[in-house]
Nanobody, 115 residues
């Protein structure tokens, strides 16, 4: 199982970023995918998740209405569109899936929201 994130960076408050996570070595279309984040000194937290077929999504209360998770099963890729970013969104963002009774994680991508 391989998960590779991209798209992080430095953005001003109110700005937008789109994160991508490309998966390989498993049947991507059969599994729920999630984005987590971890800020310095804090525990890793679930940001958003999406069902295998893409129909059902869940969001942390802190990002509802600002972030959108989506997936393209033909490209084995899950996205996180982040709008109206705030300094408290600063964190390392991780792609995640759970299969074979185990969590798998990407290497993470840094998102920094600062003026």
């Amino acid at each position: 199982v391989q998960l590779v994130e991209s798209g992080g960076g430095l953005v001003q408050p109110g700005g937008s970023l789109r994160l991508s996570c490309t998966a390989s070595d498993f049947t991507f279309s059969s599994y729920r995918m999630s984005w987590y984040r971890q800020a310095p000194g804090k525990e890793r937290e679930l940001v958003a998740s999406i069902a295998s077929a893409g129909g059902r999504t869940n969001y942390a209360d802190s990002v509802k209405g600002r972030f959108t998770i989506s997936r393209d099963n033909s490209k084995n890729t899950v996205y996180l569109q982040m709008n109206r970013l705030q300094p408290e969104d600063t964190a390392v963002y991780y792609c995640n899936t759970f299969l074979y009774s185990k969590d798998y994680w990407g290497q993470g991508t840094q998102v920094t929201v600062s003026s």
